[in-house]
């Protein structure tokens, strides 16, 4: 059988995004899963479209009325470009918690960044129930389900704020620490190629052009997706994993430093300073109540020694 444009394109991104996940997950490790969780981002999104193009072309070779892999492949096209924006969230929290511990003031911070992520990933979800309500509408014609559009709405609204956090951010690029600076070069430069990736996610979800919808019929949707998408997505990740093995590798100290490790007081720490401070007050109290117990348990044993030597 011969493949389609479609089946050579999903070869292609398995060709790609193979070295790509092992890539993504040496510099998740090298970083850190929790101190940089736009590595770990990178490593979701990589392995989605492997999943993406392995669905594309094991539906060559399923029954024709087999819906299934169809629809999971448009679900996963869809869902993977949250995954792309939660990478360049995850990145730019990073240039934020670099700013703040080198004495900068923005009006982003990095845990504003990290509650933007949590929406990202409710619009990602929301996409996937979207995905399976499209699919059961298939019989009837393919319709675009109401959670697949607010799922988008949140994903757009998430890459609306990491281009506002950059352009702000790149005010205060003196405060960021040696060698990070190319993080933030990085999510600027990768911006007009995820806008043009999110174009082509708005026109196959909001518009209704058959041209961009994989069960339009038409031969020129394969021509916009690798155009629009798959190459846009490409660039993206090499710009990310080239600048992330450029990257100096923070030591554990370093990280207690900036406030990386959750339940650090610092600035952009993953919990708040607040939190932070009545944990450590609690810590104190406990400390002081042992000191207490045991001058106590001292007295009393000196008093116990003065009476058996009487």
């Known amino acids: 059988m011969a493949l389609s444009e479609l089946d050579s394109i999903s070869i292609a991104c398995i060709a790609f995004y193979t ?15 929790k101190r940089n969780a ?6 979701i999104f990589s392995f989605v479209r492997l999943m993406t193009a392995s669905f594309q072309l094991a539906s060559v070779y399923s029954d024709p009325g087999n819906i299934n892999l169809p629809i999971g492949t448009q679900t996963l096209l869809g869902i993977g470009v949250s995954a792309l924006v939660l990478t360049m969230l995850g990145l730019l929290s990073r240039v934020l918690e670099s700013i703040d511990f080198g004495g900068g003031n923005t009006f982003v911070k990095a845990k504003h960044v990290r509650w933007v992520q949590v929406f990202v990933i409710i619009g990602m979800i929301l996409g996937i129930v979207g995905g ?33 956090s950059t352009v702000l951010t790149a005010f205060q690029v003196k405060k960021v620490e040696k060698g990070e600076k190319r993080l933030l070069l990085a999510v600027g430069v990768a911006i007009p190629f995820a806008l043009v990736r999110i174009v082509f996610s708005c026109m196959v ?36 994993e080239g600048v992330g093995l450029t990257l100096r590798r923070r030591s554990k100290e370093e990280s207690r430093r900036v406030g990386d490790w959750v339940g650090q007081g610092a600035k952009g720490g993953l919990l708040s300073g607040r939190l932070a401070g009545l944990l450590k007050r609690g810590r104190e109290r406990r400390s002081r109540r042992r000191e207490r117990w045991a001058g106590r348990m001292g007295v009393n044993g000196g008093h116990q020694i003065q009476q058996e030597a009487v």
């Open 38 to 43: 736009g590595w770990l981002y990178l490593v």
């Open 132 to 164: 399976a309500l499209s699919g059961s509408y298939l019989s009837t014609g393919y319709t675009i389900a109401v959670e697949t559009k607010v799922g988008l709405g949140f994903m757009i609204a998430g890459f609306a704020i990491v281009v506002i």
């Open 19 to 33: 070295p790509s996940l092992f890539i993504a997950s040496y510099l998740a490790y090298i970083h850190g899963y």
């Open 205 to 240: 979800v909001f518009g209704n052009n058959s041209d961009f919808s994989a069960f339009g019929g038409s031969t020129k949707y394969a021509d916009y997706l690798l155009g629009m998408a798959i190459i846009m997505e490409m660039v993206c990740v090499v710009i990310f």
